[in-house]
């Protein structure tokens, strides 16, 4: 008596050629909207440096010893070399305030889709007089950070 065995498969013959388009479709999906929310993570830090930036060459500008150049224009001027887009700039002379306001494009495929095309990012400076300094040698100088005296 002799028996064969065979593996009928139950019947499934052919979902591997439906599941596994669909796993590829799923993947691609899913690497490219975590591309897209890395893109918008890094415009967002890029944004914060860049108005950072403006605000500190802003703020640099409206020192007493800087002659020919107004806070507004060194902040433009730096916007600009970063590839962004200056969109406010509280910067008023003779104020050692500033307060500035960038944006940068974000690159990607879903989320300039769904209507976050910019990324905009605030920051403020303040020039801090040398009268605020301790006394001594560094005070002369001007230079951050300032010792403490024991």
């Known amino acids: 008596m002799r028996r064969e065995l065979r593996y009928s498969g139950g019947g499934e013959r052919g ?8 796993l590829l479709w799923l993947a691609s999906l899913v690497a490219i909207v975590t591309i897209d929310v890395g893109a918008y993570l890094i415009a967002a830090a890029r944004a914060q440096a860049l108005a950072d930036a403006a605000a500190l060459a802003a703020v640099s500008a409206d020192a007493p010893q800087v002659r020919g150049v107004t806070p507004v224009a060194e902040a433009r001027r730096v916007v600009a070399a970063g590839d962004g887009v200056l969109e406010s700039c ?3 002379q003779a104020t050692e305030r500033a307060t500035v306001e960038v944006s940068l494009p974000v690159p990607g495929l879903v989320i300039p889709t769904l209507g976050a095309s910019r990324v905009v990012a605030e920051a ?3 020039l ?12 002369d100088r001007a230079r951050w950070p300032v010792p403490l005296d024991p």
């Open 15 to 22: 979902t591997a050629s439906v599941v596994l388009p669909l």
């Open 90 to 92: 509280d910067c008023r």
């Open 124 to 126: 403020s400076a303040v």
């Open 128 to 139: 801090a007089p040398p009268e605020d300094l301790p006394p001594g040698p560094t005070r």
